[in-house]
């Protein structure tokens, strides 16, 4: 795929009358990037939480954890139908629309009191972060071109990650408070869903790319286009094995720091932050990064620091040297996000940008759900160390057979 010049403008219709401003893709951006790191918000800010929703609402820790975990659930349930939808009406109204959801979910809890109730809430929440999450890559993809675009999807992962160093922090802050507290934060999807309204415009989307194939929907339409591109599973396996990876960090450190007889929940929380803000930055200068180097590259730097962050975790003696290993990965996590749904956008029909987009969702999402359970596996019978060992050792085959691939070719 050629990248169109940077000065080439960008299309985008009203969909209606001219807003009270501006409804240009620059303006819009800031609101874009913004809205982005509430889909990491839905469930980090809660986690300092949890011992107070356990206490307030009478439940066990295991229920209580729920609270965190239902809201993916949904997310993996509903975004293919959020993709369907996108495809259908365009991106702009089902992103709107899910701010607002999101704004009304979220916000519940600050005066729900009942598990069942709060756990419904929860469930409504993750609908409106697949539409949210879903919505906000199609606009990327239809509102900018060439480095402008690689500058939003890397500003959106630089969001994301600081995002995730940033809202569990304000959580625990707001739940010395009341564990209700934090619940209000998600009311600012409502003021950035007005702001969404005014301020984004409704992009025309390219039919033409993909649009001819009387079998491109359905699950036969995404078997088939498997077929055509075998490329493309292997992109939403890379970011399957980027969260997997990355909640391997956030169950297991824990655990590897109390070796260290480090066991406080806020110096925990500043190794995440850590790894969070190395995210971060390597996401922030995205753009300037893929001048130099194509997608299987960018991949390839990823995994190296991978293995070399994996490596060293299993072998720190000191929670000073533990803190390098979490800054590697955050770095090549940084790289890796906004490069899986760029490498999407290049690999997939133009007229199927939702459904296809959807999957990156589906694919985080589940990661993360099933890394405890592959790495328990190995960490309860041979020990917490043997989790990086492990993921270490994968980082290096996936290197390799991506090297052997890219050799053959």
């Known amino acids: ?130 539409f949210v999450y879903t919505s906000i890559t199609v606009l990327i993809y239809n509102l900018f071109a060439g480095r402008r675009q690689d500058k939003a999807m890397g500003l959106r992962g630089s969001a994301n990650s600081l995002g995730a160093a940033v809202w569990p922090l304000v959580g625990g802050v707001l739940g010395t408070i009341s564990w209700h507290l934090p ?44 077929q055509r591109t075998p490329l493309l599973p292997l992109v939403y396996g890379l970011y399957f094995a980027t969260n997997a990876l990355l909640y391997s960090i956030v169950v297991y450190y824990p655990q590897l720091l109390a070796g260290f007889g480090v066991s406080s929940s806020f110096v925990i929380s ?32 990823a995994l190296v620091l991978w293995l070399v962050g994996f490596s060293l975790a299993a072998a720190a003696t000191s929670p000073l040297l533990a803190i390098l290993p979490v800054v590697l990965f955050g770095v090549g996590q940084g790289l890796v996000f906004p490069t899986v749904l760029l490498w999407v956008e290049e690999l997939i029909p133009a007229n199927r940008q939702g459904q296809f987009s959807s999957y990156v969702a589906i694919a985080g999402y589940v990661g993360q759900f099933l890394s405890p359970i592959l790495f328990g596996v190995i960490a309860d019978p041979f020990g917490v160390r043997t989790v990086f060992v492990t993921a270490a050792a994968f980082a290096g085959v996936v290197l390799v057979l991506a090297g052997i691939r890219y050799a053959m070719q």
């Open 270 to 301: 500043l190794y995440l932050s850590a790894l969070g803000i190395a995210g971060g930055v390597s996401a922030y200068f995205y753009d300037r990064i893929k001048r130099r180097f194509n997608y299987r590259q960018l991949t390839g730097v």
């Open 1 to 130: 795929m050629t990248e169109p010049p940077d000065e080439s403008p960008t299309k985008h219709r009203h969909g209606g009358e001219e807003s009270l401003l501006s409804r240009s893709p620059e303006t819009a951006l800031w609101v874009i990037i913004a809205s982005g790191t509430l889909t990491v918000m839905a469930g980090a800010i809660l986690g300092p939480v949890v011992n107070g929703i356990q206490n307030g609402l009478g439940v066990s820790g295991s229920l209580a954890g729920l609270i965190i975990t239902t809201h993916g659930l949904f997310i993996v349930l509903t975004s293919p139908i959020a993709g369907s939808l996108i495809d259908r009406y365009g991106p702009r109204q089902p992103y709107v629309l899910g701010l607002l959801l999101y704004a009304i979910a979220g916000g519940a809890g600050l005066f729900i009191d009942s598990f069942v109730v709060l756990l419904a809430s929860r469930a409504v929440l993750g609908v409106a972060v697949a």
């Open 183 to 226: 619940f209000g934060v998600y009311l600012l999807a409502l003021p950035l869903g007005v702001l969404a309204y005014l301020t984004v415009p409704e992009p025309t989307l390219d039919s033409t790319r993909g649009g001819n194939d009387p079998d491109n929907g359905g699950i036969s339409g995404v078997i088939r286009e498997f």
